[in-house]
Structures are given as structure tokens and as C-alpha cells.
RNA sequence: GGAGAGGUGGCAGAGUGGUUGAAUGUGGCGGUCUCGAAAACCGUUGUACGGGCAACUGUACCGAGGGUUCGAAUCCCUCCCUCUCCGCCA
């Protein structure tokens, strides 16, 4: 949410902003309601000063024993006005948070602006010397192998689920638990563990609702969501708290399964693990200091690329031009890895500094010093990472021609076995 | 799911219609005393919005939202949450 003041302030930016990032929100109203509401709380205030100080003088003539039957009815009127206005500003402060809720928050300084992934910056590459040249993707190396089953997953869920199987399923234990120990030895995070299940005001707080509704798991008996990834319930931790400002930056890590209905992207990079309603990953979440967020930003893409590093991955860094750049983020960079066998490029993470837009939607406050006013905090998450298409690259990578699957160096001490092959 | 109790300031805890933004305690901050500290004593100690260049000032906030009333922390309604007991259950 961007701040009201703001939005007055700078109209213009923030109309262009809204082109610039693919949204629709209809800013132009905002200043008419705003002159409204300001000029109702002028107005409602008289009068229930008016009433206040009455409300003394007819207290004191009961205690005096005196008769305040006359500034009881000349009250009367004043007490029915006050309700009509407080009614209208209600009404008017609502209608200003629902244009509000629905404006994107601004783009850093150095996002361009651009409609697509085509316009998004390239800022890095790495590990070109594991680029390798595979026959085969994913999906035949893993049905192989009998370590996912995709088929059972549909049979059992619908298309979007699988199961892992056998060494496939401690592969994917080994791959959360490395990059959990890996953030919490090396980067500082505290982990948390969080419920999967969230209620509708964490998700407005993270900025999912109002606009993401269709693409959540909504259980409506009971009015929760299935969290389309840890970032809600760990950010939404803090919810309404104000932070001490000597323990920031605050760094969490957690890991969760993240559940997305995907509406209406079928018919594109749908097969196998390419895009699925339900995947695993370890996601980080950053509480800073708003003059300390973008170097905090720089750090927490550092700590997603150590992992992939450490997995020996291909992999390149870019920068999401405006167009692509989520909803409620300022700035996002994507981690892709090189998938041999979709000769493509596959997101894995997504490290974003949403400055103070979740912070004052969730009310998640700090005080720069001792006695002075506290401020909206900056929120940042990164995923660190999503597994199912670093599995991918995985197969593909380090399949050999005999069809056995070499486990990542890394991952060994926590799979206990180092190959995959056929009859395992 | 059934029965009951309760939600007040950082925390604890008074307050059942009229100078109550809220007693009191405690914690925090500042000070006096002290070589220093403790104790004691004195002072101070919330947030949001509006107006004002500012000092300042107005309004609101006692779980949330409605209602009654000239006036609500206090009465009524709805909802949320916590706790206790019973039932069910991994």
C-alpha cells in the first residue's frame, strides 16, 4: 500500500508507475476523495468539540442540581449530525482504500520500464563450464528412473501434482534440509516453521489479496488460504509489532510446500515440473531498516546465488524490467538455471525488496531512535529456492548416458548414497 | 461440537453511564542524593488523523464492528480471539 500523503503528493508518478507495471487502478479519483474526506474530518470535529464541551457544562449542572433539559435537546440535533458525517467519512475512507488496495507499489530507481520478460536486464551469468548438451529432459530421466510419478500425482490430485518415490523423495529431503543448514550456518537466519494455512487479513498484509484471489487455494468453510509461498505467514509474523531497531535487519528462513491454482496458464510450460500446483521451497524473509534495504537486497540475491553456486548449476541473474515486476515489489531480481533439456532458461528464485508497501499494509513498524516516531519497515524475500526446477536442472545435469543420476557433491551427506540408477 | 470465564496503556491491574487518555503498581527515560551503585524521593513516559511555519491545538482510540444516549471503557447486539471443563480425535 502506498501512503495517502504520497499518492496526493505525487500523482503523476504514480499514475505512470501503475502503466508501467501492466496494472489498472483508477488513481484519478483519489484527490477528489481525499479533499472530501479532509473537509468532512474539519467539519465532524467542530462539532464534536461543540458536543464534548456541552457534555461538561450539562454534568456539571446535574451535579449542581440545576435543569439541562434545553442543552439536551439543542445537543440532539448536533449528536444526529455528527452521525450522518461520521457515516459519509466512512463511507469516503473506504472508497479511498479501495482504490489503494489496488495500486502497485512504486519501482526502484533502477528498474526499467518494460511490458515483458523480453525487457528484463541481464545483469550476470555464471558457471558456464556446466552447460551440457542432454537428449533428454526431465520428465523421461525421472520416469525412468521411477523417482517422481507424475502420472499417480494427476490420478490421485489432478494434473499439476506428482509424487517422489523412492531415492527421488530423499533427494528432495537432502535439497530442503542443505539449504536450510546452508542459510543458517552461513547467512544468519533464524528459522521458522509456519502454518500452511493463513486467514485473509495476512494475505491482504502481504499484498496476495485483493488482487491474486484467483490464483490461491481458498478453503472457504473456514476462510483460509493455502499459502502460495512461506513469504505470508513469515512476513505476516511481525504483523502489528513494532520491531526493536538494534536486533535489524531481521532474517528469517522457512521452508514450505507453496500451493498455486495457476489459472489459466495451461498450454504453456506446463509439462512435468515446469509449472506445478503444488511445489516445495525454502524461502528467505528480510525486516530492514529502510536506509539499509537495498544493500539488504544485494545480500539476500548473494545468499540465493550461494546456492546454486554450491549445486554447480548454470545459472544468470536479471533484473525485472517494470512489467514484469510483481505487484507489490520495487524492485525484483529472478535466478534462472540453465535446464539443458528444455534448452531454457528456469526461474528458481525471485529476490525483491517491497520496501515499506507490505510493512504499512501489515503495520509492521520500528523506531529509528530511542524516542522518535516510528516508521513503516521494508520487507524483502528471497526464495532460497524453489526445488522442483532446481530437481530439473538437477536430472538433466548430472544424468550420465547409462541413465544414473550423480548426486551434487553438496547433497551427499544428506541423501547417504551418491547415485541414482534404474533399479535402485 | 457442548458449557462457562475473560479480553483495559510496555507489562500487571482498578474502574458498571458525566472533568477517565483512563486510578494504582511495575518497567522505561530524566533528575536529586552518592566516590560510584543500590535504596529512597521528584518529574516524565502511547498511537493515528486533522489544523498550524512553529510553540501548539482539535478529534479518535479501553479486542473488532454496529446500536442506545445530550454524553459509553462502563448498557445492548454481532463477530474475533484467549482460557477452563466436557465430548471427539492425530
Same mark, same amino acid.
Given at each position: ?37 479532509? #473537509? ?19 454534568? !456539571?449542572?446535574?451535579?449542581?442540581? &440545576? ?7 439543542? /445537543? ?23 482504490? &489503494? ?14 511490458? #515483458?520478460? =523480453?525487457?528484463? !536486464?541481464?545483469?550476470?551469468? $555464471? ?18 528412473? %521411477? ?19 523412492? +531415492?527421488? %523423495? ?19 537466519? @533464524? ?21 491474486? =484471489? ?5 478453503? &472457504? ?13 513469515? @512476513? ?22 507453496? $500451493? ?23 524461502? /528467505? ?52 538455471? $540453465? ?5 531454457? $532458461? ?19 513498524? *520500528? ?8 516508521? *513503516? ?8 529456492? =524453489?526445488?522442483?526446477?532446481? /530437481? ?6 548430472? @544424468? ?21 540408477? +534404474?533399479?535402485?
Amino acid at each position: 500500500m502506498l501512503d495517502l500523503k504520497f499518492i496526493r503528493d505525487n500523482i503523476d508518478a504514480v499514475r505512470l508507475n501503475i502503466k508501467n507495471k501492466n496494472e489498472s487502478a483508477d488513481v484519478d479519483q483519489i484527490p477528489q476523495l481525499d479533499e472530501k474526506r479532509r #473537509s468532512i474530518i474539519q467539519e465532524v470535529e467542530k462539532l464534536k468539540n461543540l458536543r464534548n464541551v456541552v457534555s461538561k457544562e450539562i454534568a !456539571q449542572l446535574k451535579k449542581d442540581g &440545576q435543569n439541562a433539559d434545553d442543552k439536551i435537546a439543542s /445537543m440532539k440535533d448536533v449528536s444526529d449530525n455528527i452521525k450522518r458525517l461520521d457515516d459519509e467519512l466512512r463511507i469516503t475512507e473506504e472508497q479511498i482504500y479501495q482504490v &489503494q488496495l489496488y495500486i502497485p507499489n512504486m519501482t526502484g530507481p533502477d528498474v526499467v520500464a518494460g511490458k #515483458s520478460a =523480453a525487457d528484463n !536486464q541481464i545483469i550476470r551469468s $555464471w558457471g558456464d563450464e556446466y552447460k551440457k548438451e542432454v537428449e533428454r529432459n526431465h520428465i523421461d530421466i525421472a520416469t525412468d528412473l %521411477a523417482i517422481i510419478d507424475f502420472e499417480r500425482g494427476a490420478k490421485v490430485s489432478g494434473s499439476g501434482f506428482a509424487f517422489y518415490r523412492g +531415492k527421488g %523423495a530423499k533427494l528432495e529431503r537432502a535439497l530442503i534440509n542443505f539449504m536450510l543448514d546452508y542459510h543458517l550456518d552461513n547467512h544468519g537466519y @533464524t528459522e521458522l516453521m509456519s502454518p500452511y494455512l493463513v486467514n485473509e487479513k495476512s494475505m491482504y498484509g502481504t499484498g496476495q489479496l485483493p488482487k491474486m =484471489a484467483e490464483d490461491m487455494y481458498h478453503a &472457504q468453510e473456514d476462510n483460509v488460504y493455502l499459502i502460495p509461498t512461506a513469504e505470508v505467514p513469515i @512476513t505476516n509474523y511481525h504483523y502489528d509489532e513494532m520491531l526493536p531497531n538494534e536486533k535489524l535487519p531481521i532474517k528469517y528462513c522457512g521452508f514450505s510446500p507453496c $500451493w498455486r491454482r495457476e489459472a489459466g496458464s495451461y498450454g504453456k510450460e506446463v509439462r512435468g515440473f515446469l509449472r506445478v500446483h503444488q511445489f516445495n521451497k525454502v524461502e /528467505m524473509v528480510n525486516f530492514s531498516r529502510p536506509d539499509k534495504s537495498w544493500e539488504q537486497l544485494e545480500i539476500l540475491l548473494s545468499e540465493a546465488e550461494d546456492i546454486v553456486k554450491a549445486l554447480k548449476l548454470h545459472y544468470r541473474v536479471l533484473r525485472l524490467c517494470s512489467g514484469d515486476t510483481s505487484f507489490a515489489s520495487s524492485m525484483t531480481y529472478d535466478i534462472e538455471v $540453465w535446464s539443458p533439456g528444455e534448452k531454457n $532458461w528456469l526461474e528458481v528464485s525471485s529476490c525483491s525488496n517491497f520496501t515499506d508497501f507490505q510493512g504499512r499494509r501489515a503495520n509492521i513498524r *520500528f523506531r529509528p531512535e530511542p524516542n522518535a516516531k516510528p516508521e *513503516f519497515i521494508h520487507t524483502l524475500n528471497g526464495s532460497g529456492l =524453489a526445488t522442483s526446477r532446481i /530437481m530439473v536442472a538437477m536430472l538433466e545435469q548430472y @544424468t550420465d548416458s547409462d541413465n544414473c543420476f550423480h548426486v551434487p557433491e553438496a547433497l551427499r551427506k544428506y541423501t547417504g548414497f551418491e547415485t541414482i540408477s +534404474k533399479n535402485d
